[in-house]
């Protein structure tokens, strides 16, 4: 059983392009949650996502940012007119079922850099 | 819960030593923990958890001890070895709510 996958893992943009990150979760999960991690420091949420649902964006920035769990393929996280700020390691996460509770399995990670 | 974007604390133990790494958590409410571990160039992976009913929980080589009323949390490995080299952080999690709230992490550092 393949664990969540994450493309690609590094990205490069100039400020102004779009950054789009896939994850494709664990087989059987239909739960995804996105994190963004600064340098040194912890992960903060940004979204969960069910299939073709968006459950919660409170930690996603209101501008620029969307993200998308269709029913078929994987979930996309999309920057708009990426800014320098935007550069940070992006993590997705599946999970059987929703909550804290349950065992979110993280990917690898993309590593965003905008030039 | 909140992590403010300075140096990592880093923790240097010998190997073979026990290490010992703390968190102190930020909501009171809170009533689930989490340890992960995250090597470099990884996301972070799941190590042990425990709920606020219990003071203590052992796993494989790591045990957990929370203090609630000083809000701390805190991991132990035993007999620490080369792979434990990592950043580990303490997550919280509130009433069931899916949101994990995420600590500063501390770099564990295994000496030779």
């Known amino acids: 059983n393949a664990g969540v996958m994450q493309n690609p893992r590094h990205l490069v943009r100039r400020r102004g392009q779009e950054a789009r990150l896939r994850c494709s979760p664990m087989?059987?999960?239909?739960?995804v949650y996105w994190y963004r991690q600064l340098p040194e420091e912890g992960l903060k949420f940004m979204v969960y996502?069910?299939?073709?649902?968006?459950?919660?964006e409170s930690g996603m920035p209101k501008e620029r940012f969307s993200a998308e769990f269709p029913k078929e393929g994987p979930s996309i996280l999309r920057i708009q007119q990426v800014v320098r700020g935007d550069s940070a390691a992006y993590f997705c996460?599946?999970?059987?079922?929703?909550?804290?509770?349950?065992?979110?399995?993280f990917g690898p990670g993309t590593r965003l850099t905008v030039l | 819960g909140e992590s403010v974007g300075l140096h990592l604390p880093t923790l240097s133990v010998q190997e073979g030593d026990n290490s010992i790494i703390n968190c102190a958590y930020s909501n009171s409410a809170s009533d689930y923990f989490i340890w992960y571990k995250q090597e470099s160039g990884k996301g972070p992976q799941f190590i042990i958890d425990?709920?606020?009913n219990m003071d203590k929980r052992q796993g494989q080589r790591v045990t957990v001890l929370l203090n609630k009323t000083v809000k701390h949390l805190s991991l132990q490995i035993a007999a620490t070895q080369p792979g434990d080299s990592a950043v580990y952080f303490c997550a919280e999690n509130m009433d069931s709510n899916y949101q994990l709230i995420w600590g500063a992490g501390t770099k564990l550092i295994i000496k030779p």
């Open positions: 087989k059987g999960h239909s739960h």
């Open positions: 996460a599946s999970s059987e079922s929703p909550g804290g509770r349950i065992e979110q399995f």
């Open positions: 996502l069910q299939k073709e649902n968006i459950i919660d």
């Open positions: 425990i709920r606020s």
